[in-house]
DNA sequence: GCGTGTTGTTTGAATGTTCAATCAATCGCC
DNA sequence: GGCGATTGATTGAACATTCAAACAACACGC
């Protein structure tokens, strides 16, 4: 494995775990057994770390989220709360101390380089792209004149809400309730496209 | 003006800013023209002012959030609405930089001290008790199934992952989305309730 | 009115630590 | 022998916090 790699890898455990300011570049080394030296010839910066992170969340979606999280799914709504509960289970492994990595460092990250904001926002976009694409396959189930853009970011709203109180309250319940209130507005989408006005 | 008030109001603002962590003493004294003697004799560390801004929130939530959000509004559904579109104002007023002073502090501390957390907690709570609060007086409106804690912490739901999505993409359309899909829940609802099943 | 003790507040330089970043020297491979 | 990669001690700035000293306000006895 790659200077790089190691680096990216355990910058995505810590700013994951700690927070972006709050990870040293000691913290980075003493986890990735390097040098002060090898990491400034690989990132520039620390904030050079923080894009790489950024960039393998951005690539790696497929393949470390939903692939993972969708495993055995193939209804397409079903794969919008699968993913949901895929995140439910993260908060469970956690003691409830989840925190979307994306989500906590576009909060925490107060006046971000241009650079970052893309990348956040690029996670973003393709976190709620992979949900349209699940209502689009959803067809005629959702009524014709549905925002399926929109609905798509209210999922990602709907998540990062629910994480942002489970964690707060350290009570997954509160999870729970953000996704049912979601499965309701699904509910009654759903009735709405079968009984048209 | 007292020290502490001072403070209490130098570090509101500093910490909706910058954040807690990137809010160094040193901005609060040149703020407050203040000597760090002085600080130190009112909160004994960093994270006791941090407390204090968050006793600040929890106890002015009506004056200092819900009474202007609410002026001339009477109808409890309209006031729900008209809470987030004050949020919409603070959003665009700052260029999209806004964040919820709450919610940016409860996903950038990682590991919050109990009295801390307990806080951020109390300061959720009163939030979602006053669009609770809300529910309750729209009555009949809403179908006598509704679980009006949990379509109350939905709300928050809505809320906090709207401004998440606006401040990152820097587009407060973002957010209008989200206010957009919670509408299109509510009037689910209100039908539902005048058709009952 | 006047000294004296008391209590609470303010001053701001100093402390020790942590931090991101640097760089001259060295290594190891082609 | 040349060159990218690695070493790790070092730098200087930023940080939260401390503290002895100074100050202000008031109370008490005389």
């Known amino acids: 494995m790659s200077a790089r790699e190691k680096i990216v890898l355990a910058a995505m455990e810590l ?5 972006y300011n709050s990870t040293s570049i000691a913290d980075l080394l003493s986890r990735t057994q390097l040098n002060s030296g090898s990491l ?4 520039p910066s620390k904030q050079d770390v923080l894009i790489g992170v950024l960039e393998a969340y951005r690539d790696g979606i497929h393949q470390q989220l939903l692939a993972p999280a969708w495993a ?8 919008i709360f699968a993913l949901l509960s ?28 241009p650079k970052v904001r893309e990348l956040l926002a690029a996670n973003f976009e393709n976190w709620t792209a992979a949900i349209e694409q699940c209502l689009s396959d959803a067809g005629k189930r959702l009524p014709p004149e549905t925002d399926r853009r929109a609905l798509a970011q209210f999922v990602l709203t709907a ?16 999870f729970d309730r953000a996704v049912t209130q979601l499965r309701a507005h699904f509910d009654l989408l759903e009735n709405a496209a079968k009984v048209p006005a």
Chains 1, 2 share one sequence.
Not at 159 to 174: F, K, L, N, P
């Open 15 to 19: 700013f994951w775990l700690k927070g």
């Open 40 to 43: 400034y010839h690989v990132f």
């Open 72 to 79: 055995g799914v193939d209804d397409p709504i079903a794969k």
């Open 86 to 113: 895929h995140y439910r289970m993260l908060i469970v492994e956690t003691d409830c101390a989840y925190g979307c990595p994306v989500g906590s460092l576009a909060l925490e990250l107060h006046e971000p380089d």
């Open 159 to 174: 998540m990062e809400g629910g994480v942002m109180q489970a964690r707060t309250h350290r009570d997954v319940s509160y």
